[in-house]
């Protein structure tokens, strides 16, 4: 099982301050604590969606909207993908995240469950990202 803990963008985050080299410190340490444990996937911090756009689709059509965005809320500023047997399991770990702007900003991690390939209907579609090796571990 595959989940990807979502770290919520801050007015820093998105303004492209750095995180003080404690926080970095402290999530070097529980990325470490993962991959030793073997569930680590992949990680990393995302820029500022000022650096980014959005691709809009309505009625066939495509429209690209360059950043910056303006809930910050709504933004993603990192990433976790981690693999492990079980949701409690998942939970744990989650629950050791450390605050990902700082103990004193109030912020929320999401946490969702990827879907792997064997979730969908055997079809050829699937097996063309089966071959790519893309959706599994």
Not at 22 to 34: D, F, N, S
Not at 70 to 86: D, F, M, N, P
């Amino acid at each position: 099982m595959r989940y990807m803990i979502i770290v919520k963008a801050s007015p820093r985050s998105e303004a492209g301050d750095m995180p003080e080299e404690k926080l970095i410190a402290q999530m070097a340490a529980y990325h470490e604590e993962l991959a030793k444990a073997g569930v680590l996937l992949d990680a990393s911090g995302l820029q500022p969606s000022s650096k980014g756009w959005r691709v809009h689709y309505k009625d066939g059509r495509r429209a690209v909207v360059d950043g910056p965005f303006t809930e910050s809320k709504e933004l993603i500023a990192g990433y976790t993908i981690i693999q492990v047997r079980s949701r409690d399991e998942a939970l744990e770990w989650t629950r050791r995240f450390p605050a990902p702007h700082g103990e004193d900003v109030e912020t929320h991690i999401e946490v969702r469950q990827m879907f792997e390939l064997d979730d969908f209907p055997p079809s050829e579609a699937v097996e063309q990202f089966r071959q790519l090796g893309v959706g599994q571990q």
